[in-house]
């Protein structure tokens, strides 16, 4: 498996047959391994989330998050495309079309896939603007105080009711403008 080739790969989401989303899972990771597509296809997942059973208070069980959906990383081409199509129990690609189309960073927040979100370095410095995208001041321009690489969190200021307020955010918050 090649980095640059796994750096390309993005995710994807797959339509199954409600109730086959395992089956899709092992059968594709089966078809990945024989037919020497480890350089394509990265990862399936079936987002799952625990609940408490009410039946039973204080027993902790696991459902699918979105029956009928499958999350792979992959790179799409032909051939990966042709093996995940036709694999049993896919009904197709989420997009125009059934076309693939990758889901952005922040879907993959939505969706609670926080884990499988590459932690890119943020270009920021004391001084930059930044535009935070998450939390009670979503929307708001603030500027950068300081910057801690080890935590991931910066420090910023944020003009509210005409004063400068500060508050604490990570970097998976902001972007920079």
């Known amino acids: 498996m090649t980095d640059d080739r796994k750096k390309d790969a993005k995710w994807y989401v797959v339509h199954t047959y409600s109730g086959h989303e395992n089956k899709v899972k092992a059968t594709l990771e089966k078809m990945v391994e024989n037919r020497g597509h480890i350089d394509d296809i990265y990862d399936i997942v079936v987002p799952m989330e625990n609940y408490y059973d009410k039946d039973n208070p204080?027993?902790?069980?696991?459902?699918?998050s979105y029956p009928g959906y499958v999350l792979i990383n992959m790179v799409v081409d032909d051939d990966s495309w042709y093996l995940v199509r036709n694999t049993r129990g896919v009904t197709g690609f989420v997009g125009p079309g059934g076309k693939p189309v990758a889901l952005t960073d922040r879907e993959l927040k939505g969706l609670g896939m926080?884990?499988?979100?590459?932690?890119?370095?943020?270009?920021?410095?004391?001084?930059?603007?930044?535009?935070?995208?998450?939390?009670?001041?979503?929307?708001?321009?603030?500027?950068?105080?300081?910057?801690?690489?080890?935590?991931?969190?910066?420090?910023?200021?944020?003009?509210?009711?005409?004063?400068?307020?500060?508050?604490?955010?990570?970097?998976?918050?902001?972007?920079?403008?």
């Open 114 to 177: 926080v884990d499988q979100i590459e932690k890119k370095p943020v270009d920021v410095k004391a001084g930059d603007r930044v535009l935070i995208m998450s939390g009670a001041m979503r929307d708001q321009v603030a500027t950068v105080q300081s910057v801690d690489e080890k935590t991931r969190r910066l420090t910023v200021f944020v003009e509210m009711f005409g004063r400068q307020t500060g508050t604490e955010l990570d970097f998976d918050q902001i972007e920079k403008i």
């Open 58 to 64: 204080g027993k902790v069980k696991q459902r699918k």
